[in-house]
């Protein structure tokens, strides 16, 4: 069974640091992308990040470029999200997704999703 499990959100104020993590089970983890995207409230899914599964290249929004990274460590089957410099609309619910190989920005590309995780920054 294909899992995906996020944890690490939580509420932090203003310029606060948070550092999300994507577990991930039941598939060949290294041969699949992991992408991050958030839902704020009544707004659209939107991508933030995402890592390949080959090569290591990254994708990240304008949004948040300069103060989000994202990682991934094979042995651990988990990405990683590192969020700095926090700001209010970076509250949202956020999701790890996987794909097959290469990098994606839109959701429709990936097959596998998981239940996400809410981060709040508080002003």
């Known amino acids: 069974e294909v899992q995906l499990v996020e944890s690490g959100g939580g509420l932090v104020q203003v310029g606060g640091s948070l550092r999300l993590s994507c577990a991930a089970s039941g598939f060949t983890f290294d041969d699949y992308a992991i992408g991050w995207f958030r839902q704020a409230p009544g707004k659209e899914r939107e991508g933030v990040s995402c890592?390949?599964?080959?090569?290591?290249?990254?994708y990240y929004a304008d949004s948040v470029k300069g103060r989000f990274t994202i990682s991934r460590d094979n042995a651990k089957n988990t990405v990683y999200l590192q969020m700095n410099s926090l700001k209010p609309e970076d509250t949202a619910d956020y999701y790890c997704?996987?794909?097959?190989?290469?990098?994606?920005?839109?959701?429709?590309?990936?097959?596998?999703w998981g239940q996400g995780t809410q981060v709040t920054v508080s002003s």
């Open positions: 997704a996987a794909r097959p190989l290469g990098i994606a920005t839109v959701q429709h590309e990936y097959g596998y």
């Open positions: 890592i390949s599964s080959t090569d290591g290249s990254t």
